[in-house]
Nanobody, 116 residues
Framework: QVQLVESGGGLVQPGGSLRLSCAASGNIFMIYIMGWYRQAPGKQRELVAAITRGGSPNYEDSVKDRFYISGIDDKNTVFLQMDSLKPEDTAVYYC??????????WGQGTQVTVSS
């Protein structure tokens, strides 16, 4: 079983920064990908950023060059540094893990609100 604990959301002004974290525990040998999806009210869930255990990142086009996802560290924790935040980044951000068996696990979500 895999458990995810995520944190770091909050209220920030446009142009500000936030740092999200996600820590996975359990059968950590199963982890293949970690990252975040986000979902705004009335909109579809979309991939924000993800990283493979081998260190290959993937970013949604609108956040490329503004967000940075770390590698998965020795404690199976990943960080998402979010800079130059825009109001359209406002959403609930859900950490996720994909295992080598293609099972998917989700965190409870953290609210990111970008507003003046």
């Amino acid at each position: 079983q895999v458990q995810l604990v995520e944190s770091g959301g909050g209220l920030v002004q446009p142009g500000g920064s936030l740092r999200l974290s996600c820590a996975a525990s359990g059968n950590i040998f199963m982890i293949y990908i970690m990252g975040w999806y986000r979902q705004a009210p009335g909109k579809q869930r979309e991939l924000v950023a993800a990283i493979t255990r081998g260190g290959s990142p993937n970013y949604e086009d609108s956040v490329k060059d503004r967000f940075y996802i770390s590698g998965i560290d020795d404690k199976n924790t990943v960080f998402l540094q979010m800079d130059s935040l825009k109001p359209e980044d406002t959403a609930v951000y859900y950490c996720y893990v994909k295992t080598v068996y293609t099972n998917t696990y989700w965190g409870q979500g953290t609210q990111v609100t970008v507003s003046s």
